[in-house]
Every structure is written in C-alpha cells, then in structure tokens.
C-alpha cells in the first residue's frame, strides 16, 4: 500500500513537472511574432497553433500517376488532422508537380490550367491543383494522388518536383492561421537527384521581404516559385511573360524600365499583370531599395545556392532584355552588339567581370559608382580613393562655451585629403540627447530647429593631418546633460579618366556621431530605437540628401520633434505645396509614413508630401514596404523587429518632446501618439490619441506597455 502511495505521488510529481515545462515551452516553440506566444498557455496547450508540412515521399507509377506522401504536424511534432476532426483546424492545401526536361535548365508544369486573354488567348499554364484524391494513412500521414499525369513517354530519368502548401486555420481560437509548405525532389526511376533549379535562395529575398509568400499564402520560398513561373507561363490579358528571370527582374525595375519611363516620341506604358479574380498590379512604381544595378542582393554569391553564378555564366536575351527592354535584339537597335538571333554569343561580350567598372560585363555594367573601390579592390588607384572623416575628440564642451571639433579626413589607404579637395564638409551640433528638437543655438538658427550646421572647410589643419574646427555657435548658456555632434564630408571623384568611360562620382564619408557631457554628468548617448544594420538589409548602403548622410545615429538630429519642412515649403515648385502648411518630419513620424505609402490614403490619412531641397515634391503616397504577409501582402508592416532593435517597439516614449504635426490631426501631437500615428493615419485613431492625453500627459502604458493587454508586440502579431 506504501508502495502504491509512493508510485502515485512520483505520476502525480511528473504530471506536474511536464505542465510546467509545457507552459515554458509555450515561449520557446512560438516567437513574439506569433499570437500564441501571448495567448492563454491552457488554450495553446489544447490547439498547439502552427502548421508543419514534410513531405516523405513521391513517385510516378508507369502509368503516369504522380503521388506524394507528406506528414502534418504542429511545431512540436504532435500529428494533425488536416479535417479539423480530432484535432483544432482545417488545414488547406493545394499542390504542384512540375520536372526539368532533359537538358534543361527550367522546369515544365505537370499541374496546369487554361485561362483566356485578349491578347493570348486561351493558353495552358502551370497552377496549383487541388482536385486529386487525398488519403490518411494515419498519425497526421496523408497520400495524395495528383488529377494532373504525367503524360504518355514521359521521361522517367529527370528530376521531379512536387509541392505541398497550405494553411491551417485557427481564428475561431483567435490565433490566427497557421502557412506552411515544402518540396521535394526525386528522380522517378530511383536514381540520385542530381540536377535542380537552385539560382536564388530565399533567403536572399527575405533581406527586403521578411517572409516571401505569395498567392493568399499557397505559394511560399523561391523553390515553389520557380515550379510555375517558368517559360509556360504568361498573362494572356496584357500578353507579359510570367517567367521568373523576366517577371521578377521587371518587377524589381519597375519605376526604372525603359518601357515604363517612355520618350518623347513614344511615351511610357504601364508594367502590369492581371491577377486572380483579374485583379490588375501595376509595378510602375516599384523603386527597387537596394538599387537594382546591385545584381548580387538576389543572386547572392554567399546563402549557398547550387547555380550562384549562373547570371555571371549564362547571360541571356530574355533575362537582360527584361530590365533593358527598350533593346530590340532581333534587330540590334538600341544594342551595341548588333542583332543577336539566340543566347549563344552573348557571353562573348558580356563575360563575367572585366579589369575595370562600366564596361559591358555583367558586373561591370551593373556597378553602382560609389561600390567601385569595393567591387574592384584590384584597382584601388584607378578608382575611387575613399573619404573617411574622423572626429577624434571634441573639447570646450562646457554650457555656454563654443566646442572644438578634432577631426581627420583621410582615403582608404590612411593618406591625408586636403579640405580644398571636398564640395562638402559640414559639422552639427545637437542636444540633449534625451530628445533633440527644442534647444535653440541662437537667433540666427531659426531655419534649423533644435540643432546647427556649420561648414568647416577653412578648419585648420597640422602636417600630420590632425584637424580642428571652433563653432561659432556656442552651446546654450542653460545647456545640460549630453550634447552631440555629427560630421559630413563629400567630393567629387574623376573616375577612368582619359577612357571612354570616365565618370564623376559624388563620394561620401560615413557621418561620425560623438557625444560629451556639457556639465560635467556621465556621458549618455541617445536611446538606440532602429540599427543602420537592419536598413541596410534592403537598402544596402543607406545614402540621402546627395548620399551626405547615411548614418541613422545623425539623421535624429535634424529629424526632431520640432522641424518641419518649412524651410523649403516657401519654395516649393508645386503650387499646391506652397499653399500647405509645413509637413512634418520627426524621425518616427517620417519614416514610418515613408514606409506605410500606399496604405496612408486608404486608411483614412492625408497624403504624405514632404517639399525638399530647391522646393522638390516629394510624394510617398505610392511607396511599397516590400515585408511581406504570410499570404503575400506587400503592405505589411506588422513586423516592426524589421528596422526596430532591442524591442524599442514597446518603450513607449513618455516624456519626451512634443512634435510639431502642422498637417496632423493634432499638432503638436504627443510623442507616443507621433509615433503610432506615422501608420495608424485615420481621424477615428487621432481621435483616440487626444481622448487618452490630458494635462499630466499620455496614458497609452496603461493599455500599450510591454506585458499589457494590448502590448505592442501582442497587437502586431500574425
């Protein structure tokens, strides 16, 4: 009877133990990009969200039958029925079989469907198919035998793909619903899979989309894509190939396709493919972040993909001519080589990469001017030489005193630049770093709120290069705390010259950011909110306003709560600007009306226009954030991680300086409700920041701090 007590209590202490441990995992299995993760643990230990798709097995019968045996699970391994019965969720899902005839390079569809155009016709193109038969085999191990067969002959030596994707829907839980997919490759006749279609790997494509889904999340990761978007393909509405090294280079072109910006004699048309339901997506627009000459953000030598180099090796008519597309290579117009029947000579102009930058090969005439010293480390003297401005110290940093700035400016090889030799060399001083904006360095600063700007191109300099330059500015006789000042230097640089393809090149220095005490208090540097790092993800070398600045760290110092685009308002070109009130442009309300473009009218907001330089107008109305939805969605912007570091997202920013909004539903617009404000644009929302402010400040931590129920992070999850 001891006995039987004692074996008791150790189940009872082991139930106990895989309880807790199963509300410990809950946060291990599911990130903070998940609902789960801040869902109740007893209803995620009852649904186990997530969807998990492998795929065991698939063959081709004699006859022509294409099978494939997958599994479904959950996160944790545990097996799903994919009816929804005996487990929570119908899981959906459609599939795709498609093979690589012998001696080729593309894959042909099995899985196809007609559709009918006015330019094309009635064609037949690869689809998803969703009309076989499907059977459990038991323990979430399903077999599905395709309607599509491989047809009579068909070759059972080559390599075979099929695809299994879907969704498994858990909203009736509110959590969401759940996308996975897989392929998997093998040889019909049981030989060695030793030929694939491995150009791009998605990885590369997540840089800018997060998460590459396409086709209401039946369609995810290059692998899948490659199986249908292939030479069969097509729009038969506008008659557009759907072949992805044509499709997808136009759509990264977009705005700067030949076609698309026209001529005087023959005006530009619209890049545009007719979708499902004949839904028309117009890439017109399409500003590529990265700069589409940078070949290698897609065809990255680095994430491991079998054919890497194959735009290096293999250059063809079809995949150059889908960016040049004002060239005729039946004719020859508009290419120097003439005519060019088929791909075969291609590679005999357009090699690899050549000795030098803007040539006619592949990298060389892809080269981005200011990537030479970097693409062509072979050539450093030919080149461009680098500019690299230091600031070593800075001293006289006293409240009321005007601060030195000791600095150096040298080219990549450590030789001194004389200071006549820039266009460009400037220094700004802002502060305090709790929150730049409000400080005003003098009557005469009044056209740059919160910071000033001197030039110091006649700073003097010692033979070894050491540099000093005095503001005339002082720092503000009540100033505290920490101050900060940034550099930024630029000149012009005479590429090859002599040759036929000498250029000039507007090169930059990085913007160096120091920070000192002004009364004697430790030296606090401004919150860190995003990383230059995750910009660079798209955008690859952040460069603006004539590439003079490209460090995130600098650009809050005129992008403060009190600036506006004022100064430049006066001189706008466009009528309709100058008789608007200044817009502003604080940093968290700029960047993220920036990236939020096509959503801002929609959801109820005013266009986004911002008069810049000269009076430029410069409207954001149309810009794309790439970061995609698990069902393809390009206007997504849930995934704040992207550019937010450190869950910066969720320090709400209480206390911090009010921003001057003139075109905002309220202005000045408190700095949490600024921030939320750059998306959530509508009157309803402004409505809801002002009911939530009164003379004390912001309560949006009651409801919106980490841990609260509507957090953040919780209320950005999908």
């Not at 700069?291 to 995949?319: I, N, W, Y």
């Not at 820039?422 to 709120?449: K, R």
Request: charged share 10%; hydrophobic share 35%.
């Amino acid at each position: 009877m001891k006995r039987l007590y004692l074996v008791s209590r150790i189940v009872a202490f082991v139930a106990l133990i895989s309880l807790c441990l199963a509300g410990q995992t809950k946060k291990y299995e599911y990130s903070k990009r998940d609902k789960a993760f801040y869902a109740d643990p007893a209803l995620v230990d009852f649904v186990r969200p997530g969807l998990m798709i492998t795929i065991n097995s698939a063959k081709i019968s004699t006859g022509g039958a294409i099978s494939v045996t997958y599994t479904l699970t959950d996160p944790s391994g545990l097996p799903l029925d994919g009816s929804g019965v005996t487990t929570p969720g119908v899981v959906s899902l459609a599939y795709v079989a498609s093979y690589i005839p012998k001696g080729q390079q593309q894959y042909v569809a099995y899985t196809t469907s007609k559709v009918t155009g006015k330019v094309l016709g009635t064609i037949t193109r690869p689809n998803f198919e969703l009309g076989g038969t499907a059977k459990s085999l038991g323990s979430g191990q399903y077999q599905y035998t395709f309607q599509a067969q491989a047809t009579s002959g068909f070759d059972p030596t080559v390599t075979t793909t099929v695809a299994v994707d879907g969704n498994r829907d858990l909203t009736a839980f509110n959590l969401g619903t759940s996308y996975a997919g897989a392929t998997f490759n093998f040889v019909p006749n049981g030989s060695p899979v030793t030929v694939t279609r491995d150009v791009i790997r998605t990885q590369s494509c997540n840089g800018c989309h997060d998460q590459l889904a396409f086709h209401g999340g039946y369609a995810h990761g290059m692998e899948m894509c490659v199986l249908c978007h292939q030479p069969q393909n097509a729009d038969p509405v506008t008659g557009n190939t759907l072949d992805a090294k044509v499709f997808f280079h136009k759509i990264h072109m977009g705005s700067q396709l030949p076609s698309v910006i026209g001529t005087a004699i023959a005006p530009g048309v619209p890049y545009e493919v007719v979708g499902f339901m004949n839904s028309v997506n117009n890439f017109s627009t399409v500003i590529d972040p990265a700069d589409p000459r940078r070949c290698e953000v897609c065809h990255s030598q680095t994430k491991g993909a079998v054919q890497a180099k194959a735009f290096l090796t293999m250059p063809s008519r079809a995949a150059c001519g889908a960016c040049h597309d004002d060239v005729n290579f039946a004719t020859g117009a508009n290419h120097p080589g003439g005519f060019q029947p088929d791909d075969s000579e291609c590679h005999n102009c357009h090699i690899p990469q050549g000795e030098l930058p803007f040539d006619a090969s592949i990298l060389g005439a892809h080269v981005v001017p200011t990537d030479t010293a970097a693409s062509y480390p072979q050539n450093p003297d030919t080149l461009l030489p680098g500019i690299n401005l230091a600031i070593t110290s800075v001293t006289n940093t006293t409240a009321g005193k005007a601060p030195t700035v000791n600095f150096t400016l040298r080219d990549n090889k450590g030789n001194n630049i004389p200071l006549s030799q820039t266009s460009t060399l400037e220094f700004t001083m802002a502060g305090p770093t709790t929150d730049y904006g409000y400080t005003s360095f003098g009557s005469d600063t009044a056209g740059t709120p919160g910071y000033v700007t001197e030039s110091a191109s006649k700073a003097t300099c010692g033979s070894s290069g050491s540099c000093t330059y005095t503001f005339t500015h002082a720092i503000p006789e009540a100033a505290t705390g920490t101050y900060s000042i940034a550099g930024e230097a630029r000149m012009n640089v005479t590429v090859l010259a002599g040759t036929t393809t000498q250029q000039t090149v507007v090169a930059a220095a990085m913007n160096p950011v120091i920070n000192f005490s002004v009364d004697g208090s430790a030296v606090a540097p401004r919150r860190t909110v995003v990383a230059l790092s995750n910009c660079n993800n798209c955008h690859v070398a952040l460069s603006l306003h004539g590439n003079l600045r490209n460090n995130t760290e600098y650009c809050v110092f005129c992008h403060n709560p009190s600036n506006t685009d004022a100064s430049q308002r006066v001189n706008a070109k466009v009528a309709a600007d100058k008789a608007l009130p200044p817009q502003g442009i604080n940093f968290n309300l700029l960047v993220h009306r920036i990236h939020d473009g096509v959503n801002v009218v929609p959801a109820g907001g005013k266009p986004y226009i911002v008069v810049g330089f000269g009076g430029s107008h410069n409207d954001f109305s149309g810009v794309l954030f790439p970061a995609m939805s698990p069902t393809g969605n390009a206007t997504y912007l849930q995934n704040c991680s992207i550019c937010h570091v450190n869950g910066s997202e969720q320090n709400l920013p209480i206390g911090l300086n009010p921003v001057t909004d003139p075109q905002g539903w309220i202005n000045p617009v408190q700095p949490v409700s600024s921030a939320c404000s750059g998306c959530h644009v509508s009157k309803p929302e402004a409505a809801h920041f002002l009911a939530n402010t009164d003379s004390l400040g912001e309560s949006c931590t009651v409801c919106h701090a980490a841990g609260a129920q509507f957090a953040v992070d919780a209320v950005h999850t999908q």
